[in-house]
């Protein structure tokens, strides 16, 4: 769906996107991560039209992004509207922008702000909003306009809880219809609803995380024992470099290459080893992202 | 050109919203009137006010002439104070669209960036123009009344041409706005840059023709009825207006 091929962008003299390639396909909720000042929000706004880029390709169905703007919705990251607008107001107002006709717009907005949960709150002024109220008024004029895709900067990362939470409910619906492209640094929620992460980092691409990945990097052994051996070194062989006790009898194994679980068995049935469960360990997302994000 | 009438209907209705009409209006009416009962009746103030011993006003002063009067409220009162508060009134023309997010919300619509910042021009040269027309028509009827009659059309050319004036001090607002993103330097820059091209007149008047000000010259030249004016200036004006916006088009795009 959304292709972007070797994107450098500088912004006053200084390098902040540099030969970022990755592409989306239709359906898919991907995480873009990445630390404070990573480049996101610069990805995000080349990618929406908002800013140029110097080189590169940007194409949404094999056409240039810019020709797709009707085509997509986009939450920024400070979302605040005309204070003394309404909401149906507001609406109005960007579906006008969009290019939407009158008829449709009357009709699309009820159906919207009851999408969003905000029905009963059509009247009232945007300065009247509570902030998760404001969160979820911004993604309504996200999805006025039916876009193909929806790329929200840091959708929860400025809410409390409860309008987290709001806001979050509203994203899982709008998934299972909608390609999605989250961007935010809490990897918490992101895990809640992505397929894929693009992690990025000084402006590169680092990572491009998929659930496979987390499950094919089987470098790493979880091993819990029957009874707690007398010391972890016992449980180190040939293939395992390193023994980390997470508790008195959960041990995780780590080798320099990927690990052979029926090698690593038969050597600690060898040794005569009262094993309970060995698996390989799946790694979350935050752990692979801190590996990735790290300078040492 | 939706988008652009979109836009710019909103610009308009937020400053009804904000009374910015009513307030700005009232201001320039004020400017208006000062001048010309100043300059008609300063003996009485003093003598009314008190605190004027020493100061003797000739009697036999010579009375100036209304277009004189008219002269010194657009030079000394509405260019001078009138502009400080006009481009404090638009200050946060971009910066606030840009601070709150809105700006993003509008540039990811199929709305060109000409539109945008065309609908920015024109929202606030309307503004601007509305109030400046009411105070300086209050301001005619006042020196006519008290200074004798002077010829409309003059005074309409002259506003014409100040209009463009205006219409160049907001596009220069619009261009600084794409540099700096705090509203309290975006008005002190507007306003040091405005003053600077009003007063390069006294450095060098070559300059100062081929400068945005020359258009100044051009419309004070109608109230004083000079034929040799210089509409070159009308075409500098112009020139710098759609500089100042294309220059203001470049660095959204790339920042």
Same mark, same amino acid.
């Given at each position: ?53 110097? @080189? ?15 085509? =997509?919705?986009? /939450?920024?990251?400070?979302?605040? #509207? ?8 507001? %609406? ?20 919207? %702000? ?13 300065? @009247?909003?509570? !902030? ?16 193909? *895709?929806?790329? %929200? ?17 509203? =994203?899982?619906? *709008? ?33 491009? &995380?998929?659930?496979? #990945? ?17 010391? +972890? ?25 990927? *690990? ?7 050597? $600690? ?14 790694? !979350? ?12 | ?22 307030? /700005? +209006? ?43 009067? %008219? ?6 009162? $509405?260019?001078?104070?009138?502009? =400080?508060?006009?481009?404090?009134? $638009? ?14 919300? =509008? ?11 065309? +609908? ?29 009659? $002077? ?89 710098? &207006? ?9 660095? /959204?795009?790339?920042?």
């Amino acid at each position: 769906m959304i292709t972007v091929v070797k994107l450098h962008k500088t912004i006053k003299k200084r390098k902040i996107l540099s030969d970022v390639t990755f592409s989306i396909a239709e359906g898919e909720c991907v995480g873009l991560l990445g630390p404070n000042g990573a480049g996101k929000t610069t990805l995000i706004k080349c990618m929406t039209g908002i800013l140029q880029h110097e @080189q590169g390709n940007i194409t949404f169905n094999s056409n240039p992004i810019v020709q797709h703007k009707k085509n =997509i919705g986009y /939450l920024s990251q400070h979302t605040d #509207f005309k204070p003394w607008m309404t909401c149906e107001e507001s %609406l109005f107002f960007f579906g006008k922008l969009s290019g939407l006709d009158k008829t449709f717009l009357k009709g699309n907005i009820s159906a919207v %702000l009851e999408e969003v949960g905000l029905k009963d709150k059509g009247n009232y002024k945007v300065e @009247q909003l509570s !902030g998760g109220m404001k969160q979820r008024l911004g993604i309504a004029q996200a999805i006025l306009h039916q876009p193909l *895709l929806l790329i %929200l900067d840091e959708p929860v990362s400025a809410l409390d809880p409860i309008g987290r939470n709001e806001v979050k409910k509203l =994203i899982a619906r *709008l998934k299972k219809r909608t390609t999605i492209i989250i961007s935010t640094h809490i990897l918490d929620d992101a895990s809640e609803f992505c397929d894929r992460y693009i992690i990025i980092k000084n402006g590169m691409i680092v990572g491009n &995380i998929t659930e496979e #990945f987390q499950k094919s990097d089987r470098k790493q052994i979880l091993v819990k024992m029957g009874n707690v051996p007398q010391t +972890s070194e016992a449980l180190k062989s040939s293939e395992v470099e390193r023994v980390e006790c997470l508790s008195p009898n959960t041990f995780l194994l780590t080798g320099a290459v990927e *690990l052979d679980l029926q090698k690593v068995v038969n050597d $600690f049935a060898a040794k005569e080893m009262d094993i309970t469960s060995i698996e390989f360990y799946e790694r !979350g997302i935050e752990e692979i992202f801190l590996e990735m994000v790290s300078d040492t | 050109m939706t988008n652009f009438y979109t836009l710019t209907c909103t610009e308009l209705v937020e400053a009804a919203k904000e009374f910015k009409f009513i307030w /700005l +209006s009232l201001f320039f009416v004020i400017l208006g009137i000062t001048q010309p009962l100043i300059t008609k009746y300063m003996d009485v103030i003093l003598e009314n006010v008190g605190g004027a011993d020493g100061i003797t006003i000739d009697p036999n002063r010579p009375v100036p002439s209304s277009a004189e009067v %008219l002269l010194s409220t657009i030079s000394g009162q $509405f260019n001078q104070i009138g502009l =400080i508060i006009l481009i404090i009134s $638009f200050m946060g023309l971009i910066a606030a669209d840009r601070n709150s997010g809105m700006q993003d919300f =509008i540039l990811t619509r199929p709305v060109s960036l000409r539109s945008y910042l065309l +609908s920015k021009l024109m929202g606030h040269w309307v503004i601007s123009m509305f109030s400046i027309s009411i105070g300086a028509v209050v301001s005619y009827g006042y020196t006519i009344f008290l200074f004798g009659s $002077f010829s409309f059309s003059n005074f309409f050319l002259f506003l014409l041409l100040y209009s463009l004036w205006i219409l160049f001090v907001v596009s220069l607002a619009i261009l600084i706005s794409t540099f700096v993103k705090s509203p309290i330097l975006i008005a002190v820059t507007t306003i040091a840059a405005s003053i600077f091209f009003i007063l390069i007149k006294g450095f060098n008047h070559f300059l100062f023709q081929l400068s945005p000000g020359g258009i100044l010259n051009l419309a004070e030249n109608q109230l004083l009825s000079v034929h040799d004016s210089n509409y070159f200036s009308i075409a500098t004006c112009v020139a710098f &207006i759609l500089l100042n916006l294309s220059w203001a088009n470049m660095n /959204l795009k790339k920042s």
